[in-house]
């Protein structure tokens, strides 16, 4: 089985700090996404990659940013971590175009 | 990426009765794929359907996708205390670097 693992469950960060969520995939996946999930707003789509440093923004981009260096890694990066940002975050990856998406367990991230 | 629209957003029925929510766009779909995610998980991809008109069985769960492209449902036959979840359907993407969207999910609760 495909895995995808978040290298935090759970994360609390003061406001204004840099935070980086780490996201590995270990089946040689093409596409990489990072959502965010809110209560009563579902799954948001917040950037995606479907190539090494290739990067592309979804419809909530601001105020985060991604690499990925290697195939296998996506990382998220808050510059400066506000409470507003304060959510559940989800990693998915993707064999390819429509194969389907397998996530990681989240990390449930508290900004104070 | 392709909008959908997800009905209903909640459903509480008693164990045994039947359950199905609804996924509808405006365009035509290339295909759909349906997920679950457990409370406190992570969705979980459930199946794809691709074809006009296409029908599948998992168990006592069904899916389909109409004739025209633009819906599709999820149907669970007596349901159980186990299908408790929410569900979602998310439209396929026309390309690799097209947006993945999700509909915004219909939460299931089973009274036993």
């Known amino acids: 089985d495909v895995k995808v693992t978040q290298s935090s469950r759970y994360l609390v960060k003061r406001t204004g700090e840099k935070v980086f969520l780490e996201c590995v995939q270990d089946?040689?996946?093409?596409?990489m996404f990072w959502y965010r999930q809110d209560p009563g707003l579902g799954l948001r789509l917040i950037y995606f990659s479907y190539d090494v440093k290739m990067k592309e923004k979804g419809d909530i981009p601001e105020g985060y940013s991604v690499s990925r260096e290697k195939k296998e890694r996506f990382s998220l990066i808050l510059e400066s971590a506000s409470t507003n940002q304060t959510s559940m975050y989800l990693c998915?990856?993707?064999?390819?175009?429509?194969?389907?998406?397998?996530f990681g367990s989240g990390t449930r991230l508290t900004v104070v | 990426g392709q909008q959908v629209m997800q009905i209903p957003q909640y459903q509480h029925v008693q164990e045994g009765e039947d359950f199905t929510t609804y996924c509808n766009s405006s365009t035509t779909l290339s295909n759909i794929q349906w997920y679950k995610q457990r409370p406190g998980g992570h969705p979980v991809f459930l199946i794809q359907?691709?074809?006009?008109?296409e029908v599948k069985k998992q168990k006592r769960l069904t899916f389909q996708f109409g004739e025209a492209k633009k819906n599709s449902s999820l149907h669970i036959t007596a349901t159980q205390t186990t299908d408790v979840g929410t569900y979602f359907c998310?439209?396929?993407?026309?390309?690799?670097?097209?947006?993945?969207?999700f509909g915004d999910g219909t939460t299931l609760t089973v009274k036993p």
């Open positions: 359907l691709v074809k006009s008109g």
């Open positions: 089946m040689d996946h093409e596409n």
């Open positions: 998915a990856s993707e064999k390819g175009l429509n194969y389907g998406y397998t």
């Open positions: 998310a439209p396929g993407r026309n390309t690799n670097a097209g947006k993945s969207t």
